[in-house]
Every structure is written in structure tokens, then in C-alpha cells.
T-cell receptor
Framework: KNQVEQSPQSLIILEGKNCTLQCNYTVSPFSNLRWYKQDTGRGPVSLTI?????NTKSNGRYTATLDADTKQSSLHITASQLSDSASYICVVSDRGSTLGRLYFGRGTQLTVWP | EADIYQTPRYLVIGTGKKITLECSQT?????MYWYQQDPGMELHLIHY???????EKGDLSSESTVSRIRTEHFPLTLESARPSHTSQYLC????????????????FGPGTRLTVL
């Protein structure tokens, strides 16, 4: 069964600190992996997207890594800000259908305290 | 910022009412999707469309129905709402061509928070 597991479920850090969120997946055949940021009451917004051949991708203070062999990804946030408080969702796409089905993790709820 | 809109943003209604959640996108995307999301849970695909006059059911069984008469419009309808329909409904669209085509990059609307009393 195709699945996406994220850890930790929730995380509290102080403003200015760094943090790393984890994602493990079993989706096959793999197409790409993306990280979304979802603010409370809003739709998800894409942060990074990586294909099989890419092992790191940055977007400002966000850096995602991908190890396609171990089927693991991480999202590193540098110098956190209060506005980083949100749910971060790992999403994996398969290439086994014309739809390009997306498999969603439950997200890591990040809270940044001043 | 993606140009995809959902209305209403919040809706509180009584059991048995018929409701339609609106979703529109101005990007000319061919594919559109409806997801259902409960607090702390993953998004579940309930409907999708490849284009005009195309609609399919997603992974999660839903009593809702959808239509795709125009490219930019993908409304979701509940004929008789029940408390079990209380959830967040997210609409998304993607383009199979261009820079995002190969990734099936999906752009999400802000969502509709539905509460059925």
C-alpha cells in the first residue's frame, strides 16, 4: 500500500532556531516528492518539488533533501520565523497512472514561539 | 500566487440542506480536483476531472457530486447535507503542459470549511 509517513507529528521551536522535519514513503513507482506549507484555514502552498534524480532543493530558508534509495526526505528550516508556524505536508506522486496520483502525509504541525 | 478561488470560505448549515461549493481557476488548467481534509489528517481525493465533461470519483467515497461544464469551473454539490459531511474541502488544479506539466504540480484554493449541524 502506498503510504507517506511524517515525523514528528508536532514540533515547537523558538524563533531563530533551525529544525528538520522527516518524511518516509513507500509510494511506487516514484515520480516526485514535494513539500507543501499549509497555514491554518488555508490551502497548501508548494515549497519544493524533487524528482528521482535530485537529492536537494532549496527555496529561501527551506531546504529539502531526498534519498530515493531509502525512500526518505527531510525539510530543513533555517532561522525560523513566527510566520513559519504552519503544517508542513510531504506529498509523493506516482507515475503509474495518467492522473499522477498524489499521496499525502498527515503533516507536521510546526509552532514557532517568540 | 495561484489564481484559484473557492466560495464560500465558511459555511454553517442545517441537516438536509442542499449546498454547492464553488471552485474557479483562471489559469486555464485542464485537470481539477476536490479533496476532503479533517483536522490533523491527510488530504483525501474525492473527485477529479481531466477536462470539460470529464468527472471521476477519487479514493475516498463521497456522497457529493461534481460537474465540469466549463474549464475554469468545478463545483461540488451535496444534495442533502449531514453532520458527517462536516470537514474542510479543498479544490486544486493542475496543468499537463508547460513547466509544471511533468510534475503534475497542483495549485490549491483556500478551502471551504463546512459545518453541518
Amino acid at each position: 500500500k502506498n503510504q507517506v509517513e511524517q515525523s514528528p507529528q508536532s514540533l515547537i521551536i523558538l524563533e531563530g532556531k533551525n529544525c528538520t522535519l522527516q518524511c518516509n514513503y513507500t509510494v511506487s513507482p516514484f515520480s516526485n516528492l514535494r513539500w507543501y506549507k499549509q497555514d491554518t484555514g488555508r490551502g497548501p502552498v508548494s515549497l519544493t518539488i524533487m524528482t528521482f534524480s535530485e537529492n536537494t532543493k532549496s527555496n529561501g530558508r527551506y531546504t529539502a533533501t531526498l534519498d530515493a534509495d531509502t525512500k526518505q526526505s527531510s525539510l530543513h528550516i533555517t532561522a525560523s520565523q513566527l510566520s513559519d508556524s504552519a503544517s508542513y505536508i510531504c506529498v509523493v506522486s506516482d507515475r503509474g497512472s495518467t492522473l499522477g496520483r498524489l499521496y499525502f502525509g498527515r503533516g507536521t504541525q510546526l509552532t514557532v514561539w517568540p | 500566487e495561484a489564481d484559484i478561488y473557492q466560495t464560500p470560505r465558511y459555511l454553517v448549515i442545517g441537516t438536509g440542506k442542499k449546498i454547492t461549493l464553488e471552485c474557479s481557476q483562471t489559469m486555464g488548467h485542464d485537470k481539477m480536483y476536490w479533496y476532503q481534509q479533517d483536522p490533523g489528517m491527510e488530504l483525501h481525493l474525492i473527485h477529479y476531472s481531466y477536462g470539460v465533461n470529464s468527472t471521476e470519483k477519487g479514493d475516498l467515497s463521497s456522497e457529493s457530486t461534481v460537474s465540469r461544464i466549463r474549464t475554469e469551473h468545478f463545483p461540488l454539490t451535496l444534495e442533502s447535507a449531514r453532520p458527517s459531511h462536516t470537514s474542510q474541502y479543498l479544490c486544486a488544479s493542475s496543468d499537463t503542459s508547460g513547466i509544471f506539466g511533468s510534475y503534475n504540480e497542483q495549485f490549491f484554493g483556500p478551502g471551504t470549511r463546512l459545518t453541518v449541524l
